[in-house]
């Protein structure tokens, strides 16, 4: 078992090991272990959002939940395959390392696949999303005489995000419907240029921009790790 007691310019044991390799990676570990705890809050701030579950609900479209409950289950997983790497270095078990490093090619694809479904379903460009989100908006603009929840959450979706119906207003006015004053701008009274299936992903964009963002960058500190971990098990197989 390692020691971390050392002098400030001296991290060489009574082996005759260096342990500056060690101690990096257990600091390294405890940083990226935070990075994953604050993203998975963050994941838990969008599920919990008062005002996004509200949509979420009222328009039944689960889509962006299920596709970060793959980030955020992902952060979760990686923050205790951190802490045992944190045990398995300062223990120095190596017969785990090889353990480790098959764990990390797995989270590593799990940290990737969760960025590309958080991206499909969260930003603008996606045709995915605003394919969903027109079928979506489109039937609430149908149902908006009929169906006061449906005009309800219509209403409070446009005049928050700044939209009107699921591609403009030309929504409205296809099946004979007149366009709500939610559709204008509250100052100037112009419609708004674009629908809500658009707004809406770009509305999105924030949150999947920082939650693909730092899975990129987990997935990079797979390949870091691995590398490291297997420079650390030879190092102490070279003492034996």
Same mark, same amino acid.
């Given at each position: ?5 050392? !002098? ?10 260096? @342990?500056?390799?060690?101690? %990096? ?27 996004? &579950? ?5 328009? %039944?479209?689960?889509? $962006? ?12 997983? !990686? ?12 223990? /120095? ?33 996606? @045709?995915?999303? !605003? ?10 603009? $149908?149902? &908006? ?12 979706? @446009? ?8 591609? %403009?207003?030309?929504? $409205?006015?296809?099946?004979? !419907? /007149? ?33 693909? %963002? ?14 490291? $971990?297997?420079?650390?098990?030879? @190092? ?5």
């Amino acid at each position: 078992m390692m020691t971390l007691t050392m !002098k400030k310019t001296d991290t060489i044991d009574d082996r005759g090991f260096d @342990q500056s390799l060690s101690l %990096g990676l257990i600091l390294m570990q405890i940083i990226l272990s935070l990075i994953c705890l604050a993203n998975f809050a963050i994941c838990i701030w969008i599920r919990f959002d008062l005002d996004f &579950w509200e949509w979420v609900v009222e328009i %039944g479209w689960y889509t $962006y939940w299920n596709v970060m409950y793959v980030v955020m289950i992902a952060m979760l997983l !990686k923050t205790f395959l951190l802490g045992l790497g944190v045990w398995v270095v300062y223990e /120095e078990r190596t017969s785990f390392v090889p353990v480790l490093c098959i764990l990390h090619v797995l989270m590593f694809v799990l940290h990737l696949v969760g960025a590309v479904l958080v991206c499909l379903y969260g930003v603008e460009e996606s @045709q995915l999303v !605003k394919s969903e989100l027109h079928d979506v908006f489109l039937s609430l603009v $149908y149902r &908006w005489d009929e169906d006061p929840r449906a005009s309800r959450i219509l209403r409070i979706i @446009q005049e928050y995000v700044g939209c009107c119906g699921a591609t %403009g207003g030309g929504d $409205y006015l296809g099946v004979f !419907k /007149e366009i709500p004053t939610e559709c204008r701008h509250p100052v100037t009274g112009n419609e708004w240029d674009d629908g809500c299936e658009q707004a809406l992903a770009w509305w999105l964009e924030p949150w999947t921009v920082t939650l693909a %963002g730092f899975s990129c960058f987990i997935c990079l500190t797979d390949v870091i790790l691995v590398y490291l $971990y297997l420079r650390l098990r030879r @190092q102490l197989n070279s003492l034996l």
